[in-house]
């Protein structure tokens, strides 16, 4: 008898049971122990060289004058993290941009509407995070801000 292909069968045994499980196209398998050494990686703090500093939350009027100081790293710091474990072409992000309608800030009682971006970050054999971020319309760098802290706050849930 011959074989599906026209080949004759060689004694081998009738293969039984549904094939071997094959990871999905484009899905890349990465061992446990290998995902743990990344995940650590990805959890090094920043070298302090790359830590800035912004003054938030400031009195009005008041002597003294105080503040807040709260460190941050640049959206640049993450990216470069990124690349260093995976390469460029080890991930990749996605954005997604909406506005809210026009209100009224608490703040100063201007009427203004806000940038809400998403980002989700894809880091190949890892998975997949998505996080926001979001800005007054009305600052000239609200996009570049919103898109910052989106991309930042989706690396953190790595």
Known sequence: MSAPN?????????????????????????????????????????????????????????????????????????????????????????YSIHTSANFERSKDQKIAAKVLLTCELTIFGLGSHSATGEEWADDDNSCTAAEAQAFKRSCACF
């Open 6 to 94: 026209g080949h004759a069968q060689k004694d081998h045994a009738p293969v039984s049971g549904p094939p071997p499980a094959m990871p999905a196209p484009g899905v890349l398998q990465v061992p446990a122990e290998r995902v743990k050494e990344l995940v650590a990686a990805l959890e090094v703090p920043f070298d302090p060289s790359q830590i800035e500093w912004r003054v938030m939350n400031t009195t009005k009027g008041q002597q003294p004058a105080r503040g807040q100081v709260v460190p941050y790293a640049d959206q640049r710091a993450y990216t470069d993290r990124l690349n260093a474990l995976f390469t460029p072409a080890g991930w990749t992000r996605k």
